[in-house]
Structure formats: structure tokens, C-alpha cells
């Protein structure tokens, strides 16, 4: 079980999501988590709604092992 935290959440803005595996889900909380099926390296991605679009706020390449699960903290 991977846990993704968004240190800049904030409960009047929109955030979503994209794990890098097909999925992406809206932010509701600024923590979120995510069991990845298989290992491999994935792209997570943090989006932020500004002026009726999704703006890239942070991005980052995780590494995920058999059996192995972590945290990750976006950095802005």
C-alpha cells in the first residue's frame, strides 16, 4: 500500500490524482493511497483545477518492489 501526500492541500481547491496506472481519482483528503497489482516504475502525477483546467502542480517517478509498499510527499 503506497500513500501519497499533498503538502500544499487545500479544502477550497480541486486536486486530482493520477497514479500512473490507469487510474486517477479527485483528492479529497491530502493524504491518498493506492495498492499497485504489479511492480515497476510509475509516474504520479498531483493536478490542481486553476481557471476551469487541470494545471500540473507536482509530478514524481516512483519504484515499486514485490511486496513492498512506502510513502511519497509531494514537494511543493
Not at 480541486?14 to 479527485?26: F, S, T, V
Not at 479529497?28 to 515497476?40: A, E, F, K, L, Q
Request: glycine share 10%.
Amino acid at each position: 500500500y503506497t500513500r501519497i501526500s499533498n503538502l500544499v492541500f487545500n479544502t477550497d481547491k480541486q486536486y486530482m490524482i493520477d497514479y500512473g496506472n490507469g487510474i486517477r481519482h479527485r483528492m479529497t483528503s491530502s493524504v491518498m493511497g493506492i495498492r499497485y497489482n504489479s511492480p515497476g516504475f510509475y509516474l504520479v502525477q498531483c493536478y490542481v483545477m486553476l481557471d476551469n483546467n487541470w494545471q500540473l502542480l507536482a509530478a514524481e517517478t516512483i519504484t515499486i518492489r514485490k511486496g513492498e509498499g512506502g510513502e511519497i510527499q509531494s514537494l511543493q
